[in-house]
């Protein structure tokens, strides 16, 4: 497979991001079927018993994360560092827009906290039979799987310590982490940053004599939040942490759902039931003695780096160098990506896994497209906030490049797209138009599906996973990467890897 080239997404281009709510927006994002049915067996699964494609994206991209923090002494070499699939996401959507469906992948972890808390209870009841000089200082800890987003700096250091350097933090309110660091007694930001990856972290309180230091920290995170809510989390893109995570933006639905659709009756019992594979690898996993470690062919490992050096220009071009660190973390969280799918993967075959995971085709593809999409979605996220290269411009005159930009996306055509006509940043052109109220792609008009060149979702066939194309068009390109190719299903077990020099299969 081509890796300077892209394939359908499941973000549309084109999709605006923070604007005000009043303002027309793009057709709901869309899952690519091939994508989908490349997915391991639990994630594919999840996204097929769905029905409304909002949910489908959202319970995919949050199981990324909730999973990732359940894979505990799997381990790649990155850079001559020893890295985890641990994950940070961030779901951003306006009120009411379908972000819940990151509740139907905590579910997937329902098998594992219900252990947690039995073995917790065996514990406490196994303590209480002892006799008062036994119990002195021997209280049983308890152990849980989410850490609450709201615990101070000492309290979340001391519960991730107590449970083995280990744990996700799962908020479906972005606004609850916010308040929490910006208090005085939550100002953990560094933490959160350390662990990302995985340096250590220590604290001290001398009030009640106690110290926690964590080695080697293995931390989640999945939130869900408005764009306010995001932006109050990382105030500016030279925030630490706005690099450090993957972002997934949901747009409101265009019509009522069927809220009394009886396939929807039994989602939760149907995820514990794919929950339960979770809970057997988890288990399986935590108790290895030995590190598992995954890596990559030479193959994939000369394409991989062919591709970031190749993207890097053109990815600094749109943003400016204060994006540097988005892009080197985004190919760090397609490593990280790719060892997960792989250990889904490999585990639902074999029910056990092998001293080495060596990552197949299918899975590395996989992961670049995941984060390829999601690429651009950190770019419009990106370019929301007030300080980014789009800002920075804002006092320079209006360009010619800039008018004609402005006159083809009056025009209909994406910003994109004009952008690339014109021979203006993506950034600046997007500044112009919304300064003009010309809306991107849509001639100021709400779009409507047949506009899409990506393909929809047919509200009568869908069904689970039934994806209408239009026209069987080819997507645009975007907006980093000027190359585009044909759509090449990735269902086959081991799909070819371009060769990073050659530039042939």
């Known amino acids: 497979m081509n890796l300077n080239q892209t394939t359908k997404a499941i973000i549309p281009p084109g999709a605006s991001y923070g604007e005000k709510s009043n303002s027309p927006k793009p ?124 615990s101070s700096a000492s309290a979340f250091i001391q519960t991730l310590a107590d449970n083995g350097g280990k744990g996700i933090m799962c908020e479906t309110e972005g606004d609850t982490l916010a308040q929490t660091l910006a208090s005085d007694h939550g100002k953990y930001s560094d933490v959160l940053r350390k662990c990302f990856h995985h340096e250590p972290v220590s604290m001290t309180r001398r009030d009640v004599d106690r110290s926690a230091k964590i080695k080697r920290p293995e931390l989640a995170v999945l939130l869900t939040g408005t764009p306010d809510q995001q932006r109050r989390l990382t105030p500016n893109v030279r925030n630490g942490l706005f690099s450090r995570f993957l972002y997934l933006t949901i747009e409101p639905e265009t019509s009522f759902r069927n809220v009394f659709d009886p396939s929807k009756a039994s989602y939760e019992d149907e995820f514990k039931k794919l929950g339960v594979e979770v809970y057997q690898l988890y288990t399986y996993l935590k108790g290895l003695d030995e590190h598992i470690i995954f890596c990559c062919t030479k193959e994939q490992e000369e394409a991989f780096v062919a591709y970031y050096r190749k993207k890097l220009p053109i990815f600094l071009s749109a943003t400016g160098q204060d994006a540097f660190g988005v892009f080197t973390r985004l190919a760090l969280i397609h490593f990280r990506v790719a060892m997960l799918l792989s250990t889904l993967r490999i585990y639902h075959s074999l029910e056990e896994l092998p001293e080495r995971i060596v990552c197949t085709d299918k899975d590395f593809t996989a992961a670049l497209r995941i984060t390829e999409i999601l690429t651009e979605v950190s770019l419009d996220v990106y370019h929301s906030f007030p300080d980014s290269k789009e800002s920075l411009e804002a006092d320079e005159p209006a360009s010619e490049a800039e008018k004609l930009g402005a006159e083809l996306v009056r025009s209909g055509m994406s910003i994109r797209d004009a952008a690339r006509h014109a021979k203006v940043s993506k950034s600046k052109l997007h500044r112009y138009c919304k300064s003009l109220g010309v809306k991107s792609g849509n001639k100021g008009g709400t779009p409507t599906h047949k506009e899409s060149p990506l393909g929809r979702w047919d509200s009568e066939t869908v069904g689970r996973g039934t994806l209408q194309s239009i026209d069987n068009q080819t997507p645009k390109a975007s907006p980093w990467i000027p190359s585009q190719r044909p759509i090449v299903p990735v269902g086959n077990p081991q799909p070819a890897i371009l060769n990073a020099k050659s530039g042939k299969v």
């Open 27 to 150: 057709s709901p994002a869309l899952l690519d079927a091939d994508l989908i049915d490349a997915l391991p067996y639990v994630l594919r699964e999840g996204v097929h018993l769905l029905v409304e494609p909002n949910d489908k994206q959202v319970f995919l991209v949050s199981a990324l994360a909730l999973l990732s923090g359940v894979t505990p002494n799997i381990q790649g070499v990155y850079d001559g560092k020893l890295v985890s699939p641990q994950l940070y996401v961030f779901i951003i959507g306006d009120y009411g827009t379908g972000k819940g469906g990151a509740s139907f992948a905590r579910h997937l972890l329902a098998p594992i906290e219900d252990e947690l808390e039995r073995e917790y209870e065996r514990n406490c009841k196994a303590w209480a039979a002892l006799d008062a000089e036994e119990r002195k200082g021997s209280r049983p800890q308890e152990v849980g799987l989410v850490i609450a987003a709201n």
